[in-house]
């Protein structure tokens, strides 16, 4: 009897630089490949080293798991755009499922910070709190005070730059090679149908005033 097909996972993860592409294990990594580059030209390099010397090809994902975020709104759009080509032309076969890089990261250090910040928008930050390896609890609070209500966190970095300086043994490296595979992303994953980047806020503008400003 003809031993039954394995489904092949894909992790994307465009939340942070490096980005990461993975096919995971049960509690390890197949292969991992971390792309230091923007996500426009990094997807597809990361593909390419990915699937190489594989008899696989991305036309056989049968799992996605998609990085909703916090981080770069750009790198976030362009991986969910990537995963709904990949859903589309999978015509039903694949099943998505959606995490919150807060929630992955939780799993990263040895000894699991009761808290972990990330930037949200210009003076403000995410605050996480939580069992680790679990779907947290997530804040946004004026940066000036997350950081003095919450001096233990451990912290993402984003692509904004903030106002204070934080010391470098407080910065946790969002980095999954250190992730045990689908023992830590099922926990913190939910199903979904379509990849949504995560945004807790919506975006405001400033209101038109009612006159346009004369020319200098």
Request: proline share 10%; aromatic share 8%; charged share 25%.
């Amino acid at each position: 009897m003809a031993e039954a097909k394995r489904p092949l996972t894909l992790v994307v993860d465009a939340s942070s630089t490096p980005l990461h592409l993975g096919i995971p294990s049960a509690n390890g990594w197949e292969k991992l490949v971390a792309d230091p580059g923007q996500a426009m030209d990094g997807l597809f390099r990361a593909v390419g080293q990915l699937f190489e010397e594989r008899d696989e090809t991305l036309n056989s994902v049968d799992i996605l798991y998609y990085c909703c975020g916090p981080g770069s709104t750009l790198g976030l759009r362009l991986a969910a755009a990537f995963v709904k080509t990949m859903i589309w032309e999978a015509k039903g076969r694949i099943t998505l499922f959606q995490y919150n890089a807060l929630d992955l990261a939780s799993g990263i250090p040895e000894e699991p910070p009761e808290y972990i910040q990330a930037p949200f928008r210009m003076g403000k930050r995410f605050v996480r709190s939580g069992k680790p390896g679990s779907v947290g609890k997530k804040e946004i609070l004026a940066e000036d005070k997350a950081l003095k209500d919450y001096p233990n966190s451990l912290h993402l970095l984003g692509p904004r730059h903030i106002s204070a300086e934080i010391p470098p043994e407080k910065i946790l490296p969002y980095d999954l090679s250190k992730i045990r595979g689908l023992e830590d992303l099922s926990p913190v994953s939910h199903i979904s149908e379509q990849p949504v980047p995560y945004s807790p806020e919506p975006v405001t503008f400033k209101k038109w005033e009612g006159f346009i400003p004369a020319k200098k």
